[in-house]
């Protein structure tokens, strides 16, 4: 079974939802593409992947969403920074720290340059790179990064860093989308994993239960090989 996703699913999602997978179906093999959210589509559009999972704030031609689910841009900083003990931050707030950013055109960079061309601002980038080095460099307590809760999972459940809500509508637009190739049926297996990963998705987005959309009615399971 051919999969695909954005990065931010990588730290924790992504291998726990393989990892309940091959429990549930040990015949299975799963190759994993993970790309920016272009790639993602791309790699659905022609068929080279069965699944995929990615951020987005609008429909893309060509493919059919399976589920989805809210999954708000937050701002995250160590526990001991300035920041951690408020409980939301404007975008003048966040601009006015050093940001620590992923390259190229992440929905966080869109979400973020939109945002900032509205109130008619701008924002300093601090550091850039993959998200395990921009997580490390949160960590060590002078940079504010922008991200899901789901991406920083692990350290948010550590306490070594906090997620703090940014109040204006881009940020809290953005969704999961679980997603297909259009006019794609799945086969057995790859719709098994849809099944869980659907289920998966609910309250990934938010501190408590979210709602999830389901966009097809499951198939019948039949164990196999991908």
Request: hydrophobic share 45%; with cysteine.
């Amino acid at each position: 079974l051919h999969l695909a996703c954005t990065e931010g699913f990588t730290t924790a999602f992504m291998p726990q939802l393989m990892g309940r997978f091959r429990a549930q179906w040990p015949g299975t093999r799963l190759f994993l593409r993970v790309g920016d959210a272009q790639q993602v589509d791309q790699w659905l559009q022609r068929g080279e992947v069965e699944v995929g999972l990615r951020f987005a704030t609008r429909p893309v031609e060509g493919l059919r969403v399976v589920a989805s689910a809210p999954s708000p841009i937050v701002a995250v900083c160590a526990d001991r920074h300035p920041l951690a003990g408020r409980s939301a931050l404007s975008v003048a707030d966040l601009v006015a720290q050093p940001l620590a950013l992923p390259e190229g055109s992440s929905t966080v960079r869109q979400v973020l340059d939109n945002a900032c061309a509205l109130a008619g601002t701008r924002y300093e980038v601090a550091c850039t790179g993959n998200l395990p080095s921009l997580i490390s460099l949160v960590e060590q307590g002078g940079l504010v990064m922008l991200g899901s809760r789901m991406s920083v999972m692990r350290a948010l459940e550590s306490g070594a860093l906090v997620a703090l809500p940014v109040a204006a509508p881009a940020f809290e637009q953005r969704r999961v989308q679980l997603l297909v190739g259009d006019g794609r049926a799945p086969g057995g297996v790859a719709q098994a994993f849809l099944d869980l990963a659907a289920a998966a998705l609910t309250g990934i987005g938010v501190p408590g239960p979210a709602k999830v959309r389901p966009a097809g009615t499951p198939g019948p399971r039949r164990r196999g090989r991908a």
